[in-house]
């Protein structure tokens, strides 16, 4: 059974740094592109980053400059970085995985809950 979790969420304060962490089981995902994803109360949910197998990152404009998304393939697991934080950060982050460089995504963490407040 694939899974993915997700740790690390927490209240933290504006201008505070927190680092996610997803580790996956069930399979390999050496080859996988791995994302996070966040999705504020009441908002849809958006990609935050995405890293591909061979290292590239992709970030939304937001958190550029602030936020790192990395990988260690050895571990199965991929984190986020978090940096700045300001109070737009609030959300449910959760972690994805597809086996396709485009596309859907193939599975899906619960997510971690984020709160920052002043």
């Known amino acids: 059974q694939v899974q993915l979790v997700e740790s690390g969420g927490g209240l933290v304060e504006t201008g505070d740094s927190l680092r996610l962490s997803c580790v996956a089981s069930g399979r390999t995902f050496n080859t996988y592109t791995m994302a996070w994803f966040r999705q504020p109360s009441g908002k849809e949910r958006e990609i935050v980053a995405r890293i591909t197998w061979s290292g590239a990152t992709y970030y939304t404009d937001s958190v550029k400059g602030r936020f790192i998304i990395s990988r260690d393939n050895a571990k199965n697991a991929v984190y986020l970085q978090m940096n700045s934080l300001k109070l737009e950060t609030t959300a449910v982050y959760s972690c994805?995985?597809?086996?396709?460089?485009?596309?859907?995504?193939?599975?899906w963490g619960q997510g971690t809950q984020v709160t920052v407040s002043t």
């Open positions: 994805a995985a597809r086996a396709r460089p485009n596309g859907a995504y193939d599975y």
